[in-house]
Each structure stands twice: as C-alpha cells, then as structure tokens.
C-alpha cells in the first residue's frame, strides 16, 4: 500500500519506489520478473494488474510492448534470431579480414 495521503501523480511513483509496481521500458519490466525469478527461484505465472492511470491507446500500447519484448524474452523465442545475428557478425568480420585476390 502507498503511504497515507499519497495522491495523483505520486501515487504511481509510492508504487514504483516500493518495489509494488514496475512502470517502464520492457527492460523495466525484464529486470523486474528476472529479480522475482532470482528472489523465488521461479512462478507458475505472472499476472499484470491494470489500473486506469493510463488512456486506452497508451494501455494497449503497453500490453503490445510487453507482449513483443518481455514475453519472447522468457520464452527465448529471441535465440535462433540472436545466433544467426551473431553467425552473421561473425562472418562479415571474417570476409573484411580474408585477403580478397584470385
């Protein structure tokens, strides 16, 4: 709970400095459930609770952002897209350093 008498814009900011709410970037929110993850050793689920401190557009802007980087993120749906990345690096530098000649 926030403070007694915490209002308005504060009451967002009494959430956050409790460590009750994550309110951010999707690394926000990654940082947030991998410190949960470390404190418990792993949940079942993870629920969001939504409030009406945002308009509409901005939270189903959220719940997009949060459904496009912090879910693949746990899921690892990012690894076969982050290797081939790295192979391709990988390769790249290896070429520019090749001598080039017949």
């Known amino acids: 709970m926030p403070p007694e008498g915490t209002r308005g814009?504060?009451?967002a900011q009494a959430f956050i400095d409790s460590?009750?709410?994550?309110?951010?970037t999707?690394?926000?929110?990654?940082?947030?459930i991998e410190?949960?993850?470390?404190?418990?050793?792993?949940?079942g689920c993870l629920m969001l609770m939504a409030?009406?401190?945002a308009k509409a557009r901005a939270t189903a802007d959220s719940y997009e952002l949060f459904a496009r980087y912090v879910v693949p993120?746990?899921?690892q749906m990012q690894v076969n897209?982050?290797?081939s990345i790295e192979g391709l690096i990988a390769a790249r530098k290896a070429a520019k350093a090749a001598p080039h000649g017949f």
């Open 9 to 11: 814009d504060d009451l």
């Open 19 to 24: 460590g009750a709410a994550t309110i951010g």
């Open 35 to 43: 410190k949960v993850l470390a404190e418990t050793g792993g949940v």
């Open 81 to 83: 897209r982050e290797t």
């Open 26 to 32: 999707p690394d926000d929110a990654i940082a947030a």
């Open 73 to 75: 993120h746990f899921q």
């Open 51 to 53: 409030h009406d401190w």
